[in-house]
């Protein structure tokens, strides 16, 4: 691994993607493949640092992620700039915020 400075320690285009990198970790690599990886690994800084942060990653299980609800509000907010006429009932929570917006023409 090679010195850098605070400014280089980026992830850059010519470096692997975290899935990638997950993989190296787990040995799911044609061996072709671990040994680019470990060519990069010798000579970026970041890469390096990230092989043992994704070392601690476990896959979610199927079905466990679930995308957040959107806000109401901001569902309105959205289907009215992208021309959507109606707009899907949400089912109402108990504690909700509420934002108010007004257009003035002038």
């Not at 850098?4 to 980026?10: G, I, K, N, P, R």
């Not at 990198?21 to 970041?46: K, N, W, Y």
């Amino acid at each position: 691994m090679k010195t850098s400075s605070v400014d280089s320690f980026t992830k850059t285009i010519a470096c692997p993607s975290s899935n990638l990198l997950l993989s190296f970790h787990l040995q799911g690599l044609s061996p072709e493949i671990m040994t680019l990886v470990r060519h990069h690994l010798a000579a970026c800084d970041f890469c390096c640092a990230e092989v043992p942060l994704l070392a601690h990653y476990q896959r979610p299980l199927k079905g466990e992620c679930k995308p957040p609800d959107i806000p109401i509000n901001l569902r309105i907010l959205a289907e009215s700039l992208l021309g959507k006429s109606a707009v899907r009932k949400v089912p109402k929570r108990k504690k909700s915020v509420k934002f108010g917006l007004s257009i003035t023409g002038s």
